[in-house]
């Protein structure tokens, strides 16, 4: 396959939970990256991480947290789940962070907040 | 940060006919531009590039061109193809992540 998975697939939660979603990586790629995807907006990014314990915020990045402790782990945690995180969340990675370098997707999680 | 638009958000083209997909850009500093395909339920995938000191490139059914001055680039796909329906996504990339254009759904009627 790609060399990432995206665990879980499909989640239902309710809300004030919290929710924590795994992105799993073989390729040893430097960054990762959490998107969510939504009807009308594209895929907009959470946040990245540019190596182990670095990251930053994307421009969705309220309301979510992230960690990566080693390189082929990057973790995304909802601390409060609402229903308007329900959505489609899906990892990327990727080699480098300058031209050239594209990403590869994960399959992507399925959330929904009840 | 970068902004991308994305025109038009549906495109509807008969079997064989040409469908072509428009993005622009903010920030004349971004110089590589990947094109993604996503099926229905599955994950976007890239189907193909082009860097800022190219003006088109192809693949074969499939070409994209890339105007630096106007800041816009576009995705040409050829004799469609049913197989060809999904969305397509353009981006931009920025200092170490891409920006996403909204996307294009693309249904192409056999």
């Known amino acids: 396959d790609a060399g990432i998975t995206q665990s879980p697939r499909h989640k239902v939660t309710e809300t004030g939970t919290p929710v924590t979603l795994r992105c799993h990586q073989t390729e040893n790629h430097r960054y990762m990256y959490w998107y969510r995807q939504d009807p009308g907006h594209g895929l907009r990014l959470i946040h990245y991480s540019y190596g182990v314990k670095d990251t930053d915020k994307g421009e969705v990045s309220d309301g979510y947290s992230v960690s990566r402790s080693k390189t082929e782990d990057f973790l995304l945690t909802l601390e409060s789940a609402t229903s308007s995180q329900t959505s489609v969340y899906f990892c990327a990675i990727s080699e480098g962070g300058g031209t050239g370098y594209g990403y590869t997707f994960g399959s992507g999680t399925r959330l929904t907040v009840v | 940060g970068e902004n991308v638009e994305q025109h038009p958000s549906t495109l509807s083209v008969q079997e064989g006919d040409s469908a072509v997909i428009k993005c622009t850009y903010s920030d004349s500093a971004s110089n590589y531009f990947p094109w993604y395909k996503q099926e229905l339920g599955k994950r976007p995938q890239l189907i193909i590039d082009?860097?800022?000191?190219?003006g088109e490139k192809k693949d074969q059914r499939i070409a994209v061109t890339l105007n630096k001055t106007a800041k816009h680039f576009s995705l040409h796909i050829t004799e469609t193809q049913p197989e060809d329906s999904a969305v397509y996504f353009c981006?931009?990339?920025?200092?170490?992540?891409?920006?996403f254009g909204s996307g294009t759904k693309l249904n192409v009627k056999p």
């Open positions: 082009i860097r800022s000191n190219v």
């Open positions: 981006a931009a990339r920025g200092f170490n992540k891409f920006y």
